[in-house]
């Protein structure tokens, strides 16, 4: 079992700037391609960016594309997202998903893993 533990959510103004981590603990001795999913109240969860286990190799959604910023440091097993220039329709639960074989896994919100999630919350 491998248990994803996100931090970094909170509360900012539209324009502002957020960094969520996710760190995984538990069996970790493999790699995993890791991500991040958020759910708005009321709407189903949507798909926010992923990278591939290596961390070569990342994907995103049209809606955060060149605001956004995903990392991974294998060595800490975390991963990170660099939230820019955020926008009230930003404001959700960002959840860390993990994926054992792709990340088109997390892509299409089906990981091995989730974590608790994290509040993010933009005001305008």
């Known amino acids: 079992q491998v248990q994803l533990v996100e931090s970094g959510g909170g509360e900012v103004q539209a324009g502002g700037s957020l960094r969520l981590s996710c760190a995984a603990s538990?069996?970790?001795?493999?790699?995993?391609?890791m991500g991040w999913v958020r759910q708005a109240p009321g709407k189903e969860r949507e798909f926010v960016a992923a990278?591939?286990?290596?961390?070569?190799?990342?994907v995103y959604a049209d809606s955060v594309k060149g605001r956004c910023t995903i990392s991974k440091d294998n060595a800490k097993n975390t991963v990170y997202l660099q939230l820019n220039s955020l926008k009230p329709e930003d404001t959700a639960v960002y959840y860390c998903?993990?994926?054992?074989?792709?990340?088109?896994?997390?892509?299409?919100?089906?990981?091995?893993?989730w974590g608790q999630g994290t509040q993010v919350t933009v005001s305008s």
């Open positions: 990278i591939s286990r290596s961390g070569l190799s990342t």
């Open positions: 998903a993990a994926a054992l074989s792709t990340y088109y896994n997390i892509k299409s919100r089906a990981p091995d893993y």
């Open positions: 538990g069996r970790t001795d493999s790699s995993y391609a």
